[in-house]
Every structure is written in structure tokens, then in C-alpha cells.
């Protein structure tokens, strides 16, 4: 009976021994894959990093020295869309819209594509004449756009105004009935001395010069994600990080 008590003993030692072993080069296993896993997101991250600067730079280098209302704000060509027709749903292009600097980035993933000198009115307030209210948060372009307009009622109008929140939208700098462009707010692209005194009288909409209005009118389909950021909202970085990712 003791030699068999002994035997068992040895037999679960053994077994023991074996599970220990086992765990201990799967245990191995995993800490080499998550190390691999780790190794290769931070060689992602920095690769992102270095390619967003490297594209920052190229950015700086592109902008128009002078804001001109009747040309693009780039000496480099606009994106060609052809190239992000089969991208992924992440990095679709969408546009990102910075009351701070007064500009707009039109984006894929986290890179810019392209810069556009914007005018765009700041929210100081919470009670605001209406000409001085921007809608702030996430947006799509509508499916309503058109060549030119003319509101009669505010004495403004424009060309290749694109809507993304009903009456706002995405649109030349502001022209009177005759298609005369106000000197004054075309002067204000890319300008960021907003003020609470001398604000941007856009309605909500977002000014621009008439070459960037044309080609989002042109080129950027109904549904393509906007953000506008805000003072009242995150800061200027592009990147919300009490929201999830959009999965969508």
C-alpha cells in the first residue's frame, strides 16, 4: 500500500513537473509574440509619425504665399480621388475643419492630403447673432449643392457652395447679387485675429477661396465625413481621445 501511495506520489510530482514546464514555454511563447505585436505597432507609430511630419513640412512648403479668393490655396495639385476609390472605411477621405488656425484639411487617415485657407466664424458665446454661429461636431456632406446662390434676405452669396447641416455649407468667398466678391471677407481667408468685435460674418457656413469651393463641390461625393472643431470642443489636433475610433 505504501509503495503504491509512493508511486502516486511520483506520478503527480511528474505530472506536475510537465505542466510547469509546458506553461513556462507557453507562457515564453506569448511574451515573445505580444513583444513582436508590441515591437511591430511601435514601428507603425513611428513610421505614421515621421510620414505625417515629412508631409507637414510638404504642406508648409505648398501653401500660397499670398491668399488669393480666385485661386487655389496650394501650389500642389489637389488629391486625385481616383487613388482612395478602394481605401478602407478609416481612411476615407473626409474634411477637418480648424476655427483656431482657419483652415481646412482634407484627410485620409491620419495624414492631410491637402491645406485650404478657411474663414471661419468663432462661437464666443453661447447666445450669438445668427451670422456669427458655426455648427461645431460631426458632420456629412448633403447631397444639396450647387453652382451659385444669392440670399436676398442676408445680402450674401456665393459660388460652389456644397451643404453639410442644411442652410451651411462649404462655399466660395461671399459675392453680393451682381457676383461681386466682398473684398473685405476675402481678405479674411486664413486670417486668425478673429475676434468677438469683428467675427466672421459667415451664417454657419464655411468660406473659401473659389478654386478649394469648386473642387469639393466637384470631387467629394454626399456622405463624406466633416469635423469642425471648435473652441467648445477639442482642441486642434484631430484627434478625440474620449471618443472611440469611428468604426464605421
Given at each position: 500500500?505504501?509503495?503504491?501511495?509512493?508511486?502516486?506520489?511520483?506520478?503527480?510530482?511528474?505530472?506536475?513537473?510537465?505542466?510547469?514546464?509546458?506553461?513556462?514555454?507557453?507562457?515564453?511563447?506569448?511574451?515573445?509574440?505580444?513583444?513582436?505585436?508590441?515591437?511591430?505597432?511601435?514601428?507603425?507609430?513611428?513610421?505614421?509619425?515621421?510620414?505625417?511630419?515629412?508631409?507637414?513640412?510638404?504642406?508648409?512648403?505648398?501653401?500660397?504665399?499670398?491668399?488669393?479668393?480666385?485661386?487655389?490655396?496650394?501650389?500642389?495639385?489637389?488629391?486625385?480621388?481616383?487613388?482612395?476609390?478602394?481605401?478602407?472605411?478609416?481612411?476615407?477621405?473626409?474634411?477637418?475643419?480648424?476655427?483656431?488656425?482657419?483652415?481646412?484639411?482634407?484627410?485620409?487617415?491620419?495624414?492631410?492630403?491637402?491645406?485650404?485657407?478657411?474663414?471661419?466664424?468663432?462661437?464666443?458665446?453661447?447666445?450669438?447673432?445668427i451670422q456669427h454661429?458655426?455648427?461645431?461636431?460631426?458632420?456629412?456632406?448633403?447631397?444639396?449643392?450647387?453652382?451659385?446662390?444669392?440670399?436676398?434676405?442676408?445680402?450674401?452669396?456665393?459660388?460652389?457652395?456644397?451643404?453639410?447641416?442644411?442652410?451651411?455649407?462649404?462655399?466660395?468667398?461671399?459675392?453680393?447679387?451682381?457676383?461681386?466678391?466682398?473684398?473685405?471677407?476675402?481678405?479674411?481667408?486664413?486670417?486668425?485675429?478673429?475676434?468677438?468685435?469683428?467675427?466672421?460674418?459667415?451664417?454657419g457656413s464655411i468660406?473659401?477661396?473659389?478654386?478649394?469651393?469648386?473642387?469639393?463641390?466637384?470631387?467629394?461625393?454626399?456622405?463624406?465625413?466633416?469635423?469642425?472643431?471648435?473652441?467648445?470642443v477639442i482642441p486642434?489636433?484631430?484627434?478625440?481621445?474620449?471618443?472611440?475610433?469611428?468604426?464605421?
Amino acid at each position: 500500500m505504501k509503495k503504491n501511495s509512493n508511486l502516486i506520489y511520483w506520478i503527480v510530482a511528474g505530472v506536475l513537473v510537465i505542466i510547469a514546464i509546458y506553461s513556462g514555454v507557453h507562457m515564453h511563447q506569448l511574451e515573445s509574440k505580444n513583444a513582436v505585436v508590441v515591437s511591430k505597432k511601435m514601428s507603425m507609430s513611428s513610421s505614421i509619425s515621421t510620414k505625417q511630419k515629412k508631409i507637414k513640412k510638404q504642406q508648409t512648403r505648398g501653401m500660397a504665399k499670398k491668399v488669393e479668393w480666385n485661386k487655389p490655396s496650394m501650389t500642389i495639385p489637389y488629391p486625385d480621388m481616383d487613388a482612395y476609390k478602394n481605401v478602407k472605411k478609416k481612411d476615407k477621405v473626409r474634411l477637418v475643419v480648424s476655427t483656431k488656425k482657419q483652415r481646412v484639411y482634407v484627410m485620409s487617415g491620419p495624414y492631410i492630403l491637402y491645406t485650404m485657407y478657411a474663414s471661419v466664424g468663432k462661437n464666443y458665446e453661447k447666445h450669438l447673432p445668427i451670422q456669427h454661429v458655426t455648427p461645431v461636431g460631426k458632420y456629412k456632406l448633403d447631397q444639396a449643392r450647387g453652382q451659385e446662390f444669392y440670399d436676398e434676405s442676408r445680402k450674401i452669396g456665393g459660388k460652389y457652395w456644397t451643404s453639410y447641416k442644411g442652410p451651411y455649407h462649404f462655399q466660395s468667398v461671399p459675392m453680393d447679387k451682381n457676383g461681386k466678391v466682398d473684398q473685405k471677407l476675402a481678405e479674411r481667408l486664413g486670417k486668425t485675429n478673429i475676434t468677438r468685435k469683428h467675427n466672421v460674418r459667415a451664417y454657419g457656413s464655411i468660406l473659401l477661396t473659389e478654386p478649394d469651393a469648386k473642387w469639393i463641390y466637384e470631387n467629394l461625393p454626399a456622405g463624406t465625413k466633416v469635423t469642425i472643431k471648435g473652441k467648445d470642443v477639442i482642441p486642434d489636433n484631430f484627434k478625440d481621445k474620449k471618443e472611440k475610433a469611428d468604426k464605421d
